[in-house]
T-cell receptor, first 115, second 115 residues
Framework: GAGVSQSPSNKVTEKGKDVELRCDPISGHTALYWYRQSLGQGLEFLIYFQGNSAPDKSGLPSDRFSAERTGGSVSTLTIQRTQQEDSAVYLC?????????????FGPGTRLLVL | AQKITQTQPGMFVQEKEAVTLDCTYDTSDPSYGLFWYKQPSSGEMIFLIYQGSYDQQNATEGRYSLNFQKARKSANLVISASQLGDSAMYFCAMREGGGYSTLTFGKGTMLLVSP
């Protein structure tokens, strides 16, 4: 079946504008994760959704970042008043408890450039 | 302290040779999982291999094996018979506890395979 998809693939925006990044997880996957990868760095955890539970927002770097997951499926990561340091690749992953051992499926990422 | 340490920013290997990518981790949780991912230049994260903290044997997946030394808290990835297509970034990651806890990633090692 289809994997995790993300849109847009690339986004160029001006400093101060808001952006929305979308993630479509694999159907049936109850867990969804957002990570950020800056140039030459590893992956930095942002936020995690598990079913209907309250999301774990402990990785969000500032209150300009927010995310929601509608109907337990699609997720949108919103960055308000973007700054140049927000430039990075934003990766989404989903997982299912049926996987043993647990493995994550990553999307192709959204490359965000803030000018 | 960093939870996942990858001390090799870059590694070079000749085609058909074996290469070891180092990873050390830090956790006080007795239950954890260790993962290796490959990230080619195209950007997607590809799951390679998983080792659970209670697994008695080292994990193997085709040409990939994980040299798990629990007392030393190391989980090195061994790639046998390197291929040109193995050139990529490699990330070590850890999940602490069970269930849907998040993954913590190292900063990665860039592997270049030469003909």
């Amino acid at each position: 079946g289809a994997g995790v998809s993300q849109s847009p693939s690339n986004k160029v925006t001006e400093k101060g504008k808001d952006v929305e990044l979308r993630c479509d997880p694999i159907s049936g996957h109850t867990a969804l994760y957002w990570y950020r990868q800056s140039l030459g760095q590893g992956l930095e955890f942002l936020i995690y959704f598990q079913g209907n539970s309250a999301p774990d927002k402990s990785g969000l770097p500032s209150d300009r970042f927010s995310a929601e997951r509608t109907g337990g499926s699609v997720s949108t990561l919103t960055i308000q008043r973007t700054q140049q340091e927000d430039s990075a690749v934003y990766l989404c992953a989903s997982s299912s408890s049926r996987d043993r051992p647990q493995s994550w499926y990553f999307g192709p990422g959204t490359r965000l450039l803030v000018l | 302290a960093q939870k996942i340490t990858q001390t090799q920013p870059g590694m070079f290997v000749q085609e058909k040779e074996a290469v070891t990518l180092d990873c050390t981790y830090d956790t006080s949780d007795p239950s954890y999982g260790l993962f290796w991912y490959k990230q080619p230049s195209s950007g997607e994260m590809i799951f390679l291999i998983y080792q659970g903290s209670y697994d008695q044997q080292n994990a193997t997946e085709g040409r990939y094996s994980l040299n798990f030394q629990k007392a030393r808290k190391s989980a090195n990835l061994v790639i046998s018979a390197s291929q040109l297509g193995d050139s990529a970034m490699y990330f070590c990651a850890m999940r602490e506890g069970g269930g849907y806890s998040t993954l913590t990633f190292g900063k990665g090692t860039m592997l270049l395979v030469s003909p």
